[in-house]
C-alpha cells in the first residue's frame, strides 16, 4: 500500500516580534559605538564583564510573574537530580 505522504512546506525564516536583524553598516557602525563606550569605560577603571543568561529562579524570586509556579511566564526548566540526593534548582532565562 502506497503511502499518501504530501511534502511538508518548509518553514519560513521570520524574525521573532520585537526583535530585529542587523546587517553590513548598521553592525558596523554598533560595533563601533560600543567600542568607544566600552574604551571610556575602561580609561575610568571599569574592567569589561559577561554575565550569564540563566540564573536560579530563587534569586530572580520577586522578578517572577508567579513564584508558587516558577515555569508559568518564563523559560523556565528544572535541573536533573543532584547526585546524593535531592533535586536540582529551578533555572530561568534572566
Given at each position: 500500500m502506497a503511502k499518501d505522504t504530501k511534502k511538508?512546506?518548509?518553514?519560513?525564516?521570520?524574525?521573532?516580534?520585537?526583535?530585529?536583524?542587523?546587517?553590513g553598516a548598521?553592525?558596523?557602525?554598533?560595533?563601533?559605538?560600543?567600542?568607544?563606550?566600552?574604551?571610556?569605560?575602561?580609561?575610568?577603571g571599569f574592567d569589561p564583564l559577561e554575565t550569564s543568561a540563566v540564573e536560579t529562579v530563587e534569586a530572580l524570586g520577586k522578578f517572577l510573574p508567579d513564584v508558587d509556579r516558577p515555569n508559568a511566564g518564563v523559560f523556565a526548566w528544572q535541573?536533573?537530580?543532584?547526585?546524593?540526593?535531592?533535586?536540582?534548582?529551578w533555572m530561568a532565562l534572566r
Amino acid at each position: 500500500m502506497a503511502k499518501d505522504t504530501k511534502k511538508q512546506p518548509r518553514p519560513k525564516a521570520e524574525t521573532p516580534k520585537g526583535f530585529r536583524d542587523y546587517f553590513g553598516a548598521d553592525v558596523t557602525e554598533r560595533k563601533q559605538m560600543l567600542d568607544r563606550i566600552a574604551a571610556v569605560y575602561h580609561r575610568h577603571g571599569f574592567d569589561p564583564l559577561e554575565t550569564s543568561a540563566v540564573e536560579t529562579v530563587e534569586a530572580l524570586g520577586k522578578f517572577l510573574p508567579d513564584v508558587d509556579r516558577p515555569n508559568a511566564g518564563v523559560f523556565a526548566w528544572q535541573e536533573a537530580d543532584v547526585p546524593g540526593g535531592g533535586s536540582g534548582d529551578w533555572m530561568a532565562l534572566r
